[in-house]
């Protein structure tokens, strides 16, 4: 399979006559694009923004990140979700880079939302604070959800990726500045220099623990939750076949832009015939029920024992009870002789001292930690912020709360926040991004 | 100048050695011993006043020592309480680890110490305060009192404290995120990792998780009805004047308790000291924790052989587990000289 990802690197948005991409500026005709977003009936509300590196912005509640791609050959950016099914991971596809589409509501937040801080001290709290994004700002009208902690988000999150499609339109004709080019073959009979290397498969564990639709991580449009572990190749991630989901304390999360820059994935591509035989993907997911866990854990550690992977890497979107996926996904392959390594953050507590994975087992020897769930943030006020900063305290987002004793409110009147790094959106960047690790002190 | 205040054994503070453990604290204004050390070392603090105590005295007058060296420091004012080094000298650790901790508790004020890593202190204190990784023997001196003082200047100049590996105390135990100075991405720290272990190489996780020790489960008593049985308790039952001083959490300490004249634990006689639970149920009836009226209305039935004419008790909130190995390792020869063949512990 071979994927070519065109690449547009954007240094500036504006907004303009027309949408449009020229000498690294994207120009966005805002009154289309509103009206194109609008064309869904469920919005409300909407306005766009544009927010890069520097800006005093905070954003909150933040729901979704897409990079901007489009097909040359129509086929849809994200089959099974924004249009009809396709192969990902094939062909051609145009991308706008160091540039985002962020979803923000303009009013209601949730228990999987987070904040943005696109200068001072938050801003490294993130990726997306290094970035040039396009924000979305809008509102629904899924009352049926409005009050709820869990939300889906449906609306915001397709309209985000339908933007984000949308708006990379303007460079569906253009030829790209570079090309990176990935591509792996079968897993058998591969160059015989190649196969005299150690194999190894990387084992994604997309968020899929909601029973109910409407909430998981998506794949090719299929909720994740349906599925046992089955192979993919590493393509079809970089290439639209997954859509993060609206569940999970957002600081663990993979948003739809992390999928489609996997930098773990890429990196084993680039060892790829050098230190490694780079065999493919395992696509698990999370569980609930032990029985669920145990299962994937087992179908995990089949695939990889049949592919013959000499190693493996286990990567958890979520923390707490999906520890228990993931230490048992590791115990599993490790028991079954596969060389595992594991690549997660960690959650432990307010004084440092909480276990820092719910459940724990000496075979998880080689763990790359992303970072602290727990950890306590404390943020000025910032000059425009777009959404409403309220929800972190009011609706339920994870790392933020209404009162506390001793803390007071996560939002203050003069708009400095305090919260739990637990809600800095996709914050521990357990895709593979992360810039942060852990100590004892 | 910020002050110091420095605590010192009754050797280091030239009293004497052993034949001196039993010495009494006294406060002396200015340095003894090693002070001097700490000054040369470049303390940004004047160490106004020394506290000299035997080891032995701390060890088996603790409540008595501390409240004494609490008293003498209630009128001092300083910004850093200093003990040691102590090096592998287990009296001294300890004795360092316990009046920095009351003196932390007390009068607020940062405390800091050294010990070698097989000095006891280390695991008895270690979460609670920054304990230096110092040498074995007294020669390492000059080395453990300026990396004290590194550690303590950062202190008293507000500087950040980093991880325990970079300034060199024992971890207490805290995690927390840090921004890697090299920036070094987890994606590429996943390749290093993910090759060295595939070549067998040594590597080093980012998460330790410590080996399980695990103790194998004893066989199955043959005989029941001739089988003596021990009872044994975390749940912190003990006679209501805690004889034995046991901690309501964090317990190093342990009791053991006649039961032979007795057919059942009477509340007011008997309560739980232990601090992780509402004790209302437990003090109104002991029985329920450590059930010794139980116990005693099976051996008349003759379900079991004899019963041990002791039960042992101490708190299991917060211990470590190398405080509860210690006092298992104390335990034992009771039960093995009384031919014990099986114990019931019972938790909380």
Known sequence: MKLEIGNFYVKEIVFGEKLSFQNGVLSIQKDEALKFIKEDDRITEAELYIAKPGDKIRMCPVKEAIEPRIRPDGRAVFPGYTGDLAPAGEGVVHALKNCSVLVVGRHWGGFQDGVIDMSGEGQKYTYFGQLNNIVLVADTNEDF??????????????????????????????????????????????????????????????????????????????????????????????????????????????????????????????????????????????????????????????????????????????????????VGCIVALENAGVKTIGVTNECTGRDGKSQPLVTMDSKCDAIVSTGNVSEMIELPPMETVLGELEALARDGLSGGWANDELLGPSVREDGSIIMENNSMFCGDQIIGWSPKTMKEF | MKKAVLYINQFFGQIGGEEKADYAPEIREGKVGPGAAYSGAGLDAEITHTIICGDNYMGSNTEKAVSEILSMLADKQFDI?????????????????????????????????????????????????????????????????????????????????????????????????????????????????????????PFETELPIPEPDRVPIAPALKDLSKARIAMMTTGGIVPVDNPDRIQSASATRWGRYDISDMDKLEGGVFKTIHAGFDPAAANADPNRIMPIDAMKTLLKEGVYGSLHPYFYSTVGTGTTQAEAKRMADEIIPYLQEDNVDAVIMIST
């Open chain 1, 145 to 326: 959800e409005k009050h709820e902690q869990q939300k889906k988000n449906d609306a915001l999150r397709r309209a985000g990726h339908k933007l984000a499609e949308y708006i990379a339109q303007c460079v569906k004709e253009l030829k790209p500045e570079e090309t990176e080019v990935y591509e792996l073959g079968g897993m058998i009979k591969r160059d015989p220099a190649i196969e005299k290397l150690p194999s190894v498969v990387y084992v994604m564990q997309p968020q899929s623990q909601m029973e109910a639709m409407g909430y998981n991580d998506l794949m090719y449009g299929w909720d994740t939750n349906h599925m046992v572990p089955t192979v993919m190749h590493p393509n079809e991630i970089l290439d639209g076949a997954l859509v993060s989901g609206s569940f999970m304390p957002v600081s663990s999360k993979w948003a739809t832009y992390d999928f489609q820059n996997c930098p773990s994935i890429k990196a084993l591509y680039r060892e790829h015939g050098k230190t490694i035989n780079f065999l493919g993907v395992i696509m698990s997911n999370l569980n609930v029920a032990l029985e669920q866990k145990e299962r994937s854990a087992l179908y995990v550690a089949q695939i990889a024992s049949s592919l013959g992977a000499d190693g493996a890497v286990v990567a958890e979107e979520g923390y707490g009870n999906p520890d228990a996926d993931f």
């Open chain 2, 81 to 201: 309480f200093i003990a040691g080094p102590a090096f592998q000298a287990g009296r001294y650790g300890v004795a360092c680890g316990t009046i920095c901790k009351a003196v932390a508790e007390k009068y607020k004020v940062p405390v800091i110490t050294s010990m070698n890593v097989e000095n006891p202190g280390v695991e008895m204190f270690k979460q609670d305060m920054y304990i230096l990784k110092g040498g074995n023997i007294s020669s390492k001196m000059r080395e453990d009192v300026a990396a004290v003082t590194k550690l303590a200047n950062k202190i008293l100049n507000g500087e950040e404290i980093g991880c325990a590996d970079e300034e060199g105390y024992f971890g207490r135990g805290i995690r927390r995120q840090v921004w890697r100075k090299d920036g070094k991405p987890a994606y590429e720290r996943m390749v290093d990792m993910l090759v060295k272990k595939l070549n067998g190489e």
